[in-house]
């Protein structure tokens, strides 16, 4: 089994900034691919951005390119994304995901899933 657990979410102005972390534990030799999705009111889960666990390909929605990034360090067992010039349709729970197999922006193909944690964007 892996846990994943959500922090640094938070209240924030449009164009400011916000880093999440996501912390892995259990059995993370298992993750191949580790995902961050975000589901605001009304909507659908939608994909954000991932990261191959054990190498450096990164993917991300066209929403995000060039405003959010997505890292980890691997030694803390934690995944990150920093999030800049935030603009208020930002506004989601945003959630932690793990795979066993490769990367997919399908949510409903991920195997572990943190608690989430509120992104909240003002205008």
């Known amino acids: 089994q892996v846990q994943l657990v959500e922090s640094g979410g938070g209240l924030v102005q449009a164009g400011g900034s916000l880093r999440l972390s996501c912390v892995a534990s259990g059995r993370t030799y298992s993750i191949y691919a580790v995902a961050w999705f975000r589901q605001g009111p009304g909507d659908e889960r939608q994909f954000v951005a991932a990261i191959n666990w054990n190498d450096v390909r990164t993917y991300y929605a066209d929403s995000v390119k060039g405003r959010f990034t997505i890292s980890k360090d691997n030694a803390k067992n934690t995944l990150y994304l920093q999030m800049n010039s935030l603009k208020p349709e930002d506004t989601a729970v945003y959630y932690c995901?793990?795979?066993?197999?490769?990367?997919?922006?399908?949510?409903?193909?991920?195997?572990?899933w943190g608690q989430g944690t509120q992104v909240t964007v003002s205008s």
């Open positions: 995901a793990a795979r066993n197999t490769y990367y997919s922006a399908d949510w409903s193909l991920y195997d572990y």
